[in-house]
């Protein structure tokens, strides 16, 4: 009677958890042996039971203490329990992989390669696409310039850097940005401590530093004051302190000079200091940008506003320049263009392609593992039969081949990461000069957590996937049968996986194919002038040396009349744009006797102002007319290139026609005449357009930059010509460059990526290859049996190789159809990158089917030779 009414007492709704019964079980126990030792000492039922309460204290206390506590106990054992489990299921898995080597060594390699080869590209896309600068707000860090409203005619993309008034309009009154800074830089001499020197010296704001999240090591920035007081102050760099100044803090307060005028240091700013354009390296040293200079112009970094997206604050730009140059009634010839640091990266659409590359071979590693774990689990089914019947729930098998996947994911993720640092550094030290950026790519912190994203992902469907597979099977049929026979069903998604590998390669090959032929053919492509032999000779610190270009010019001119007599030159010539440079004219192009184009128009024209031994020099050919006759600046007299005449006279001769670049409607230049027309040539590089046009003119002093050097190609001129120059001026630097070796570094960077995808390809092909031999060893294993049976009855083996062959090639050109069609939409990621080579190339095409096919048969060879070995009598017996 006691226990039932304390059982009453702690009536609970059904339902709850067995150890929170138990507690109450305990609870009640307690009380019924408390009241049943009051009874015996003569208390009634009653106030035993209350009495046995009195003394219990609270039950709701007690009990929530005791839930609580049974609750600890609880989650301590299932922890313990999991753990052990775990344990159990790693050591069991390690068994299981230890036992089958060769399948674990060939599944964690695919997958590392796989890995590797993404971790490597990605290694860069997020060091000098993602994170290019290291600044605060990164992504929201963006370069401004301006551009003209109606386009230009140069093929290529031009910024225009703005003037001073134009930044001063900005930085008032732009709200999209939380900050603008304006920064140029320029070389300057450094003629104290030592032998002068050439440094890259930075012009920026006082408020860059804080911009950058950087302060002085030494010293204060230099402020607003000192360049009230004239701007005669500078920082130094930190690697020029330490190495030029010994790191001496005592150099702060003195004067140096920089370009003949004296500058007093102020502070020492950090090499991690980063200029903003990608691939410079650090300033040697800074001084103050004065924006009050309205002939000034700079480029602009700001950034944004966390709300504001680029074409928003390029509108707004726009406003205010329209105000500041009181043209907002009217259309401007200059628009805003606010775009991320890493569009300013030369080789964006490069990596981009990349990126789809290395995705592609990571799909392929997947669908190869995966393609391994069916194999696998067909023969395992058997096993994990005896398993379900010995009691294992569907949830245990599950939990089991979870943990052998993600062993075998973390592995070959582990490894991936490693190959993929290898191949990193490889990737760095093969880079060409013209990549010098890629030295900045380095594993970071998105890299290796997104490695391990994959591994997890990865992890999880091959687990998934062998669950699948094994739930598929029965467990009655898989134990009457030792057969180890696969279903038409996952036969038909092994080979559908190894189809989808085989048209990822198709991808590949066809991209890879396509850049293999441009770079040929850029390597054998037409110049239009004679690279070889031919160098380019400018001289550093001659403007600050002379103080004018006319004194720059008359000293060029003097070095060029010393070389012309020199041992193995055959002629010289003076120029303000060298191979290998651009230079604009901006302006309207206007032709006598065609339409006047709109005043607003605004054209860049490439302008060479040229010596008369010019063409003689460079090995270019007139096509028609004649040099120069009047080289006097009144004779206004022209000479165009072949492609610039074909698209404005046709096959007319342009000889005698009148041309002239109009800046503005009140300074018009004079009337050009033409009296030649030039052979086209690429003196940019084979990639450049050698078509656009062109106008050379006569140069003055004033206008040569360079020289160039004809040799008779027997000895480098550099030794000669730097002791000519130096005898001519000792504190001349002259640089002397091959212009040979610089057209071949123009396709160096093409040739590398063309480099990277084809070993990209290699590798998926040889992935796919790997996959289809795959398929091919086990449809072999299976048909043994009916193998034997057809070699009894009188088939021949070469009827029995050509079926397996057979076999084996229609995967592949199944591989290639589907192959073909997504190369053709992926060409779209090179076609910018091709050279003489169309997107719907025939030939790159015809070579992927070629290459797919003889993958095919390679894969084909071992399945063949192992079905042509059976025995028909061992073959008939077995099952």
């Known amino acids: 009677m006691i226990r039932e009414g304390i059982r009453r007492a702690f009536q609970i709704v059904g339902g709850r958890r067995t150890w929170e019964r138990d507690v109450e079980e305990e609870i009640k ?5 408390r009241a049943e030792q009051l009874m015996s000492n003569g208390a009634t039922p009653d106030d035993a039971l209350r009495e046995a309460v009195r003394r219990f204290g609270s039950l709701s206390e007690s009990k929530a203490r005791l839930i609580d506590a049974a609750r600890h106990r609880e989650q301590r054992m299932q922890r313990t329990e999991y753990i052990a489990d775990l344990r159990q299921d790693l050591a069991f898995a390690l068994r299981t992989l230890r036992r089958q080597k060769a399948w674990t060594v060939v599944t964690v390699l695919t997958l590392a390669l796989g890995v590797g080869a993404t971790t490597a590209v990605f290694s860069v896309v997020s060091s000098l696409m993602l994170h290019m600068l290291p600044y605060s707000g990164g992504n929201r860090l963006a370069f401004v310039y301006q551009q003209p409203t109606n386009g230009n005619n140069t093929g290529i993309s031009v910024t225009i850097t703005p003037s001073a008034p134009v930044v001063r309009a900005w930085k008032s009154g732009a709200h999209g940005f939380e900050a603008l800074e304006g920064f140029s830089s320029s070389p300057m001499d450094l003629k104290t401590s030592g032998n002068p020197v050439t440094l890259d010296v930075g012009r920026v704001e006082p408020t860059f530093p804080v911009f950058a999240g950087q302060q002085p090591l030494a010293g204060r920035m230099f402020t607003a004051e000192d360049i009230a007081n004239g701007g005669r102050v500078v920082m130094l760099g930190e690697q020029l302190w330490r190495s030029r100044f010994g790191g001496d803090r005592g150099v702060i307060g003195k004067a140096i000079t920089l370009d003949d005028s004296l500058y007093t240091v102020v502070g020492v700013l950090p090499s991690s200091l980063a200029w903003p354009l990608i691939g410079s390296q650090p300033r040697q040293a800074w001084i103050p ?3 009050r200079e309205d002939k000034a112009g700079m480029m602009v970094i700001g950034r944004l506003r966390p709300s504001v997206s680029p074409e928003a604050a390029a509108r707004e730009l726009d406003s205010l320049y329209a105000r500041s140059t009181g043209a907002s009634g009217g259309k401007l010839a200059f628009q805003a263009t606010v775009m991320p640091p890493s569009r300013r990266l030369p080789y964006r659409d490069s990596l981009v392609m990349l990126t789809f590359a290395v995705a592609l071979v990571l799909l392929i590693a ?35 081949l979870l943990t052998e996947s993600l062993l075998l994911a973390v592995g070959g993720t582990a490894i991936g990461v490693f190959v993929g640092w290898l191949g990193l550094k490889a990737l760095i030290a093969l880079r060409p000069p013209s990549l010098e950026t890629l030295s900045r790519a380095h594993l970071d912190g998105m890299t290796l957590t997104i490695a391990a994203g994959v591994a997890i992902a990865t992890g999880v469907a091959f687990g998934l996937l062998g669950a699948l597979q094994s739930r598929r099977q029965s467990t009655n049929d898989s134990l009457r049968s030792g057969s180890t026979r696969i279903t038409s069903g996952r036969a038909r998604a092994r080979t559908l996986l190894v189809v989808s590998e085989m048209a990822l390669s198709a991808t590949l090959v066809v991209g890879a194919s396509m850049l293999v032929r441009s770079v040929i053919k850029l390597q054998r492509a037409q110049l239009g002038f004679e690279a070889k032999g031919l160098y380019a000779l400018t001289l550093q610190g001659a403007k600050q040396r002379y103080g004018t270009p006319q004194a720059k010019g008359e000293l060029l001119r003097t070095v060029a009349t010393r070389l012309s007599g020199a041992p193995g030159v055959r002629s010289v010539a003076l120029a303000s744009t060298p191979p290998g440079w651009r230079s604009f004219s901006v302006g309207r192009l206007e032709i006598e ?3 006047t184009p709109p005043t607003d128009a605004t054209a860049f024209i490439d302008v060479n ?4 031994t010019f063409f003689r020099s460079m090995g270019m ?16 007299q022209v000479i165009i290139n072949a492609g610039f005449a074909r698209k404005q006279w046709g096959d007319v001769s342009p000889i005698g026609k009148r041309l002239r670049v109009a800046q503005k409607e009140q300074s018009r230049l004079p009337w050009m005449t033409v009296v030649g027309v030039a052979a086209d040539a690429s003196t940019s590089g084979p990639m450049a357009e050698s078509s656009a046009p062109l106008l050379y003119t006569p140069a003055s002093d004033a206008d040569a930059s360079a020289i160039l050097i004809r040799t008779d190609g027997s000895a480098n001129p550099l030794t000669p010509v730097q002791a000519l120059v130096r005898s001519i001026e000792p504190l001349l630097i002259p640089d002397v460059s091959s212009i040979e070796h610089q057209i071949g570094q123009s396709i160096a960077a093409p040739r590398f990526v063309m480099l990277l995808l084809t070993v990209f390809t290699i590798l998926a092909l040889s992935l796919a290859a790997i996959g289809l031999y795959g398929v091919m060893a086990y449809t072999v294993a299976e048909q043994t049996r009916e193998i034997g049976i057809r070699v009894a009855l009188g088939a021949t083996r070469s009827r029995i190789a050509r079926a397996v062959v057979v076999r084996g090639v229609v995967v592949a050109v199944l591989g290639s159809i589907v192959g073909m069609a997504t190369a053709s939409w992926g060409t779209k990621l090179i076609e910018h990158q091709l050279y003489g080579v169309a997107r719907s ?38 099952d």
């Open 29 to 33: 126990l307690h009380l019924a042996l």
């Open 289 to 291: 940008l004065d924006l």
């Open 366 to 400: 997947c669908a190869n593992v995966a393609h391994l774990l069916m194999a696998r689990s067909a023969s395992r089914h058997r096993e994990l039969a005896i398993r379900a019947a010995l009691g294992a729930g569907r949830g245990r098998v599950f939990r089991q």
């Open 593 to 595: 006797d065609q339409p």
């Open 609 to 612: 102002r040229i010596g008369s």
């Open 621 to 636: 050919r007139l096509v028609q007319g004649t040099t120069f006759t009047d080289t006097t600046a009144d004779g206004h």
């Open 841 to 878: 190339d025939a030939v790159s095409f015809v070579a992927a089917v070629l290459v797919l096919t003889a993958a095919a048969l390679a894969a084909s060879v071992i399945p063949t030779r192992r079905a042509l070995a059976v025995d028909p009598m061992t073959a008939i017996r077995a």
